[in-house]
C-alpha cells in the first residue's frame, strides 16, 4: 500500500526520525529551534552520480554559534575522480581514501540533525546529497525542514530583492557576504563554508528582526521542505 512506511531498522535512524518533525509550527518563536548550518563538498553536482567528498555542520541557537556542537568528516571514497570540482574545493583522492566510511559518517551525523531546521546557502543541493546517502545505506530520507540564505537574502537585502523577472538568478555566497559585511572563512571547504553560513543566518536574521521591529517567529522565514 502506498501509505505504508517501513520503519527503519538502524537505531540511530529511526531516533532521527522519530525525533525530527517536518514542519514546525509558524507561530514558533525563532529562539526555540535548533538551526545547524551545512555544507557539503562533492565529487560534482548531480545528486544521483556524485558523492559526498567532506562534511561539515554548526550549530545556532538562539542568535549564537554553538562552537562546541560542530563537527566535520572526510568521507570515504575508494577512487574518487578528478572532476573539475576538486580544483575548486582541492580535495584530493589521497584524503578520501583516509577517510570514514560513507555509513559512519550519516550514523554520527544524524542525532546532530535530530530536531533541527537545516540551514545552507542553496540548502537543496545539500539536502538532496544527503537524501541519496540515506537512500543508499538504510532506504529512508532527510526530513529536516530547510532553510537557503539565498532565498532568505532576497527576501532581506535590498539588493537582491525580487523583481518579477523569470531569469532572475539568486545570490551566490560571496555577493551575501559582501552585502553583509562578512568575510568569508576558508571558502570552498565544507567547514569554512558551514561557519560562514551561519553567521550569514545569523546577520540576515538580525536586519529582519530590525525591519520588523519585533521578536522573529518561524512565520517570518523561508522554511520549507525540498
Known amino acids: 500500500m502506498s501509505w505504508w512506511r517501513r520503519t527503519p531498522v538502524d537505531p540511530v535512524v529511526a531516533a532521527y526520525v522519530e525525533a525530527t518533525p517536518r514542519r514546525i509550527a509558524d507561530k514558533t518563536p525563532l529562539a526555540d529551534p535548533r538551526f545547524v548550518a551545512l555544507d557539503a563538498e562533492t565529487t560534482g553536482c548531480d545528486p544521483t552520480k556524485d558523492r559526498m567528498l567532506s562534511l561539515a ?3 545556532v541557537q538562539a542568535g549564537r554559534i554553538q562552537i562546541a556542537k560542530s ?10 575522480p578528478m572532476t573539475q570540482a576538486v580544483s575548486v574545493h582541492g580535495i584530493l583522492p589521497a584524503e578520501t581514501k583516509a577517510g570514514l566510511p ?19 546557502h542553496h540548502v537543496n543541493f545539500d539536502a538532496a546529497m544527503l537524501t541519496s546517502a540515506l537512500q543508499r545505506n538504510f ?27 523569470l531569469g532572475q538568478r539568486a545570490p551566490s555566497s560571496d555577493e551575501v557576504c559582501a552585502q553583509s559585511g562578512i568575510a568569508p572563512v576558508e571558502r570552498h571547504t565544507a567547514e569554512g563554508d558551514a561557519f560562514t553560513t551561519a553567521m ?3 546577520s540576515l536574521c538580525a536586519r529582519l528582526q530590525r525591519r520588523l521591529e519585533r521578536p522573529l517567529r518561524a512565520a ?3 522554511i520549507g521542505r525540498r
Open 71 to 80: 563537527a566535520a568528516w572526510v568521507i570515504f571514497q575508494q577512487a574518487a
Open 57 to 59: 555542520l554548526i550549530e
Open 102 to 120: 560513507e555509513v559512519e559518517v550519516l550514523r554520527e551525523l544524524l542525532p546532530h540533525l535530530s530536531g533541527a531546521i537545516l540551514v545552507g
Open 200 to 202: 550569514v543566518f545569523i
Open 139 to 165: 532506504r529512508t530520507s532527510l526530513q529536516n525542514p530547510l532553510l537557503d540564505t539565498a532565498k532568505l537574502a532576497m527576501e532581506t537585502l535590498d539588493a537582491f530583492a525580487k523583481t518579477g523577472y
Open 220 to 222: 517570518d522565514l523561508p
